[in-house]
């Protein structure tokens, strides 16, 4: 059959290297994995997954995602802590839902991830951006803000920041969890990219403190096995769980992706996870190389520090408007994300994030040739 309708949200042509996009290549995504764990999902001849599910979602997928999490993250993490979300996207959107109301303040980090402000917008939030550094959002600066506004929520992405590639330190999450006592906020962190630790151990996640603040940690299987999963998690202390969920989605809904989540429960108890997860930080490890490489050869007026996770490079360079450059880029049929993009004050731009995930090696290459191509007619 063939069809003219949309099936993927970015589509890319064929001959265009967009080093822009922030989603893993199709060729990646783990078909077969999930194939036999569907297969041995439907064999077990219960038709319980394709009724309305348990609020808090499937407990066999949260024991085994459980037992997934304690030995990734290094300590205990019970399954009565976890939530079953449609992914970090639902996860702060469902936030917002339930514990704030319009006009209400939200501290973001500057740059952050620019969907997670749309987000906020589509809560009526008031946004307040808060400088990061090499270290993450500079948890001083926030303390600052803090003598004359009281948030509701700060956004973080603590592992591997999306666009910085940058982790927040040790002594800053503890800060981070004692000031979110102290002012009565919530701490939303995004913990995406928490196991694509490339270079260097992944930081403890901010889930480890959730009985410690105000800690709500959101989390996805979309950057480690496939966005179309529509699946991730939320974890929480015991009183914050319940809010979720007494919640009307939920009691409505039957909890979010059932069957979803009762097929992943077999990806992760026959090892899928774990294995894909080891192959993505292979392949994506060594196109960060590439990439560093490239852009050494081929722009080195570029200023960037070599993320050790996730999947960007965040790259300033010095006088260049990136809203032009990313016109002139697209005729020679490349693609860039301009800083501003990321940025709740409409700044930065002379920043770009560029994805070293999407592409081979190859083709990483060959659009840095084309990036050096662009700038040179600017
Ligand atoms: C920081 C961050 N949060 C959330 C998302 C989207 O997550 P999900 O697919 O789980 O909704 C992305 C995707 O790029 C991201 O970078």
């Known amino acids: 059959m063939s069809i003219s309708l949309p099936v993927i949200q970015t589509p890319i042509p064929a001959d265009f290297i967009d080093l822009g996009v922030g989603e893993p290549a199709l060729a990646s995504l783990p078909v077969d994995l999930l194939r036999r764990a569907a ?9 319980a997954f394709l009724q309305y599910g348990t609020e808090q979602g499937n407990g066999y997928f949260r024991q085994a995602l459980a ?16 939530l079953v979300s449609n992914g970090s996207s639902m996860g702060l959107h469902l936030i917002c839902s339930l514990f704030t109301r319009p006009g209400d303040l939200v501290f973001v980090e500057e740059p952050t991830y620019y969907l997670a402000l749309r987000i906020l917008a589509d809560h009526d939030l008031q946004v307040l951006p808060i400088p990061t550094d090499r270290d993450g959002m500079v948890v001083d600066s926030l303390e600052e803000q803090l003598k004359q506004y009281h948030p509701k929520l700060i956004y973080v992405i603590p592992a591997f920041q999306n666009p910085t590639g ?12 004692s000031l979110s006592r102290e002012h009565d906020f919530i ?3 995004d913990e995406i990219y928490h196991f694509l630790n490339y ?30 999963l529509r699946l991730g998690w939320i974890q929480s202390n015991s009183e914050t769980v319940r809010r979720f969920v007494t919640s009307g989605l939920l009691d409505s809904g039957g909890g979010l992706n059932p069957f979803t989540s009762a097929i992943m429960r ?10 894909n997860i080891e192959s993505l930080k292979a392949e994506y490890g060594a196109r960060i190389t590439t990439m560093d490489n490239s852009l050494r050869r081929h722009l080195p007026s570029a200023e960037y520090a070599i993320p050790q996770g996730g999947y960007f490079f965040w790259l300033r360079l010095p006088y260049v408007d990136t809203i032009e450059y990313q016109k002139k880029a697209r005729s020679f049929k490349v693609g860039l994300n301009p800083g501003v993009r990321f940025s709740s004050r409409k700044e930065l731009r002379e920043f770009m994030r ?3 995930v999407h592409y081979s090696s190859a083709e990483i290459e060959e659009g840095i040739v084309r990036l050096k191509e662009s700038l040179d007619e600017m």
Do not use: H
């Open 354 to 356: 560029l994805s070293f």
């Open 187 to 189: 701490v939303v962190a």
């Open 39 to 47: 297969e041995t999902c439907f064999d077990q001849n219960d038709p």
């Open 166 to 177: 940058q982790s927040l330190s040790r002594e800053r999450r503890e800060k981070l969890v």
């Open 67 to 82: 037992e997934f999490l304690s030995k990734g993250y290094g300590f205990t993490v019970d399954p009565a802590a976890l």
């Open 199 to 228: 270079r260097c151990q992944s930081p403890e996640p901010l889930a480890a403190y959730v009985n410690e603040g105000n800690i709500i940690a959101i989390n996805s299987f979309s950057k480690i096995l496939a966005p179309g």
């Open 266 to 275: 077999f990806v992760i108890e026959n090892g899928g996870l774990a294995a």
